[in-house]
């Protein structure tokens, strides 16, 4: 039976910080346009090379996208709009195919507030994975606007840097082009630096977590993601990643815990479930269990992936010795980001999965992994069932959920709950009195 | 209506299918060559053909199967887990390598779990470029395919040899331009070659010594079919599909499949390797010149324009799209192109293939489809 020690806890005071600045970038979105920025509609932009544009603001497909995720009617109304134009829903990403039902809507270009139409003026994508890349395609189509994509390979070695490379700066033609704007080559070098920063201080605030007890779990962790998801290329996300790393730095210096307890620590692998976001993280917080690690709450992070599957973060450009001059130099340092330091683009590479996620459960001290099989996400899903073998090789143990990240209607709460609890059960867990 | 000489010839390529294991056993017995597998046509065969390697293409057995459940999501397509089951199973026990060129991450599974639990020789792994109409597209897929030579080097101890590549792009390109001779025996009606025996040939082509091969379409073409019963003009879009029971029950049920656009057909043999210049260089190209699958189909699209223009050129009367389930690539363009289809007035009919699924629930809406063009 494990121990329930009690640690001292407290909020994190980064939070206001953090909801000031989804605030204001959830604003822009819909504002830039008539501020006489430009507006990218993507999954996951190159968002370095857009501010070469000067001002902009990104803006995902599925606009409606925190509605959708707190009203499951309405994210049902988006799913069917795309089940209707015949798009497939269990034989796509769950992610994307309410996105096209957004897109087909109309609501992408929608303002939400005011009901009046904010248009998008292009889109400008990562084929992080096929699913993205196709629906940019759909997107750009429905819209009536154009769209360019960068392929990034989900293999490593140089010839897969410059391939990315030279479709990076074949890009700056195209934004010059669909934008009517001159691209500034210092902004794109300042921006740059900026994004690298946050990837880097992201991922040092997910290794704070190796920490005993862990300073935030996992989830807090990803809650964290969104600055950087929407303003990562600025100097003022950045700035708030600082903030964020030296409170969690301090928290775990002072034994500062996430919730107060901490009896066993878990991993979690596998996209989220969107609409179920508190689910997991309280559901084993009953047991005084914490999520400590995982691939998607990381994956907004630049990491040093090491052969024998160890992460860590990447070198800051102070501690590489670098210096980005030139338009060349931040257009290299940004396809050695997308090919070798951001998980999301290898997560196909599925020869170095089951190593990288035994190698991560081990180095932050996982005694369990809870697994989602994604019905929503092939990429997430593939090679997880190999990793599954490794962590159970290695004696970590393991259990699998299905469900899907945004599709409500593959979820089953009752059954879920019924696996987990019988998981924490067997590492000896009980509910906390 | 077969002649005794077609009927002969086209048997040896159904007959092949159906014993394509006792094929390869036999020609590593008679040559001492090596075997390899692969799963995508995107595989640059003539580099391994070059080495005196016999590339064959993995295919499903459409059987049912529990070997897979451990090692791939059950959302994952029924070919990739089909292909895998093959694997794990033992069947291809003869192959002495693995070669993978992605293509999605449902093959990139099965690959890389059948190279963990049964391990091969010789395994490699390509990236296919999806943005093929980047300048830096073939560059890329040319180090691909210059990293490929250089494994298979070293595995087999042979140089690849100029002459040698030259030969096997020639036998290759042969192949390519005798297939293309069938298929338009496909554009009369009657069309003299039915779907289902030109699928055979083509599948065949994936599993055999090219120069065979060639050896057997000369004898085909040389006594062609005289004609086939013919029915509604029919182009079938596909995922990756070795399922010729699927295209007999089209053709059995008045349709009469003349043209198709999947891996597994038109897709494998479309465009020569042009024989100037750098052959690997030229054998890059090819493979990221022809037509693409929906993963490559990134940028603006090409595919709609190919089908249609393929609907036109074999004058067909509707479309039937055989989509594997859970096959996402093919899923975000399915509607896209559908419509291309309808707004040139050809009917349609999407049918979700699972490898072991019964024919008989597809039997109905082929039937209710076919009434259509009555």
């Known amino acids: 039976m494990a121990v329930a020690t009690r640690y001292p806890t407290r909020p994190l005071e980064c939070w206001g910080k953090l909801r000031e600045l989804r605030r204001k970038y959830a604003k822009q979105a819909w504002e830039m346009g008539e501020q006489g920025g430009l507006v990218v509609a993507a999954q996951l932009p190159a968002m370095p090379l857009v501010a070469g544009l000067g001002e902009f603001a990104r803006r995902i497909y599925g606009a409606y996208f925190g509605k959708a995720m707190r009203e499951p009617e309405v994210l049902r109304q988006f799913h069917e709009a795309a089940d209707a134009r015949g798009f497939a829903r269990g034989d796509m990403c769950s992610s ?40 940019a395609q759909i997107a750009g189509e429905v819209m009536g606007v154009p769209y360019f994509v960068v392929d990034v390979p989900h293999i490593e ?86 903030m964020a790393l030296a409170e969690v730095e301090d928290r775990a210096r002072e034994g500062i815990s996430a919730f107060g307890v901490e009896t066993c620590r878990l991993s979690h692998e596998g996209e989220e479930m969107f609409y179920a976001e508190k689910f997991m993280g309280e559901m084993v917080q009953r047991y005084g269990a914490v999520f400590v690690v995982g691939d998607t709450g990381f994956n907004t992070g630049l990491w040093h992936i090491d052969e024998d599957g160890s992460w860590k973060s990447a070198p800051t450009l102070k501690e590489m010795g670098l210096t980005l001059r030139s338009r060349e130099d931040a257009i290299d340092l940004l396809a050695q980001a997308l090919v070798d330091h951001s998980p999301i683009f290898r997560c196909q590479r599925l020869e170095e999965k089951p190593l990288e996620v035994v190698k991560r459960s081990q180095e932050w001290r996982s ?55 019988s998981f924490l059960e067997r590492l000896g867990l009980s509910r906390l009195t | 209506m077969a002649s005794v000489e077609a009927a002969a010839a086209l048997d040896r390529f159904s007959r092949t299918i159906k014993e394509r294991h006792d094929y390869a056993r036999a020609w590593k017995e008679r040559t001492g060559g090596k075997v390899v597998g692969y799963f995508c046509s995107y595989v640059p065969e003539e580099v ?73 020789e010789f395994s490699h792994l390509m990236w296919v470029p999806s943005m093929v109409q980047s300048p830096h597209a073939v560059p890329f897929f040319e180090d691909g395919v210059r ?26 390109n042969l192949n390519r331009r005798l297939l293309a001779q069938l298929y338009g025996l496909r554009k009369p009606e009657p069309p003299t070659v039915t779907g289902t025996q030109a699928m055979e040939v083509v599948i065949a082509s994936t599993l055999t010594d090219k120069a065979e091969h060639n050896q057997w379409l000369h004898e085909l073409l040389a006594h062609p079919p005289q004609a086939s019963e013919g029915g509604v003009r029919l182009l079938a879009v596909g995922s990756e599909n070795d399922d010729t029971g699927i295209i007999q029950l089209l053709e059995s049920l008045g349709g009469s499949v003349v043209i198709e656009d999947n891996c597994l057909g038109n897709r494998y043999f479309w465009d020569e390797v042009s024989p100037d210049g750098d052959l690997l260089s030229a054998v890059a190209a090819r493979y990221l010149e022809k037509p693409p699958c929906p993963q490559r189909d990134i940028g603006p699209r090409v595919r709609t324009s190919f089908l249609t223009g393929l609907a036109r050129e074999y004058d067909v009367q509707g479309v039937v799209f055989l989509r594997q389930k859970f096959c996402d690539p093919h899923a975000y363009e399915v509607p896209i192109i559908q419509q291309a289809f309808q707004d040139l007035g050809l009917p349609t009919l999407i049918l979700e293939l699972d490898v072991t699924t019964p024919y008989g629930q597809y039997r109905t809406r082929i039937e209710a489809f076919m009434e259509m063009f009555l």
């Open chain 1, 96 to 135: 994307m195919h309410h996105q096209i039902g957004q897109v087909l809507l109309g609501l992408t270009q929608t303002d939400p507030f005011s009901g009046i139409s904010r248009p998008v003026d292009f889109v400008f994508e990562t084929n992080f994975c096929h699913s993205a890349a196709k629906t």
């Open chain 1, 157 to 242: 070695g140089e010839a897969a840097r410059r391939y990315v490379a030279g479709q990076l700066m074949d890009s700056i033609g195209w934004l010059e082009e669909v934008s009517g704007r001159t691209f500034d080559d210092g902004k794109f070098v300042e921006a740059m630096a900026h994004w690298w920063h946050r990837g880097v201080l992201y991922a040092r605030v997910g290794e704070t977590l190796k920490a005993i007890p862990a300073p935030i779990d996992y989830w807090q962790v990803r809650a964290l993601r969104v600055p950087a998801q929407v303003g990562g290329h600025t100097a003022e996300v950045a700035e708030f990643y600082e």
């Open chain 1, 367 to 421: 005694q369990g992994a809870i697994i989602h099989m994604d019905i929503g996400c092939r990429g997430m899903s593939a090679g997880m069932l190999e990793a599954r073998m490794a962590l159970e090789r290695e004696g970590i143990p393991t259990v699998t959920y299905e469900s899907s990240n945004s599709d409500p209607r593959d979820f089953t709460p009752s059954q879920v709950t019924d696996r987990l609890e």
């Open chain 2, 48 to 120: 391994l053909y070059a080495l005196g390697v016999l590339p064959v293409r993995v295919l499903g057995s459409h059987e049912p199967q529990d070997l897979t459940e451990r090692h791939i999501f059950g959302m994952f397509c029924p070919y990739s887990r089909d292909v895998l089951a093959q694997g794990l199973s033992g069947r291809y026990d003869y192959l002495d390598g693995l070669v993978f060129a992605h293509c999605c991450p449902h093959i990139r599974q099965s690959y890389e779990s059948w190279r963990i639990h049964r391990p091969v």
């Open chain 2, 147 to 172: 990293k490929l030579t250089a494994a298979a080097e070293a595995w087999t101890g042979k140089p690849l040899s100029p002459d040698a590549l030259g030969q096997a792009v020639s036998t290759y």
